[in-house]
Nanobody
């Protein structure tokens, strides 16, 4: 059974940084696409960054250059380093995983329903 547990959310001022982590268990092979999403109140869930099976990181334009996705294979943890935070980054942040059966991991970001496994989310609040 795949289980994802996020941690590291909290409050920051604009321009500050936060680091999110997602402890992943039950992922027993390397065929999984992993990603970070967020959802602000009243808005749809938005894909932010993906990490392909080969370890390639890709980002949507709104976070490119500010956020960095990475994976600690030894600890089986997916991380999201968030720098230069803005008030519009305020949202609940989720990590997600799905078995990739072909195609691009990054392309799946536009369709959250394609991800089979989700964490419970961690809140990030950025004040101006």
């Amino acid at each position: 059974e795949v289980r994802l547990v996020e941690s590291g959310g909290g409050s920051a001022q604009a321009g500050g940084s936060l680091r999110l982590s997602c402890a992943a268990s039950g992922i027993t092979d390397r065929r999984y696409c992993m990603a970070w999403f967020r959802q602000a109140p009243g808005k749809e869930r938005e894909g932010l960054a993906s990490l392909s099976i080969a370890g390639a990181a890709m980002y949507v334009n709104s976070v490119k250059g500010r956020f960095t996705i990475s994976k600690d294979n030894a600890a089986n943890t997916l991380n999201l380093q968030m720098n230069s935070l803005k008030p519009e980054d305020t949202a609940m942040y989720y990590c997600a995983a799905t078995e990739l059966r072909g195609g691009s991991c990054f392309a799946l970001l536009s369709t959250p329903a394609r991800f089979d496994y989700w964490g419970q989310g961690t809140q990030v609040t950025v004040s101006s």
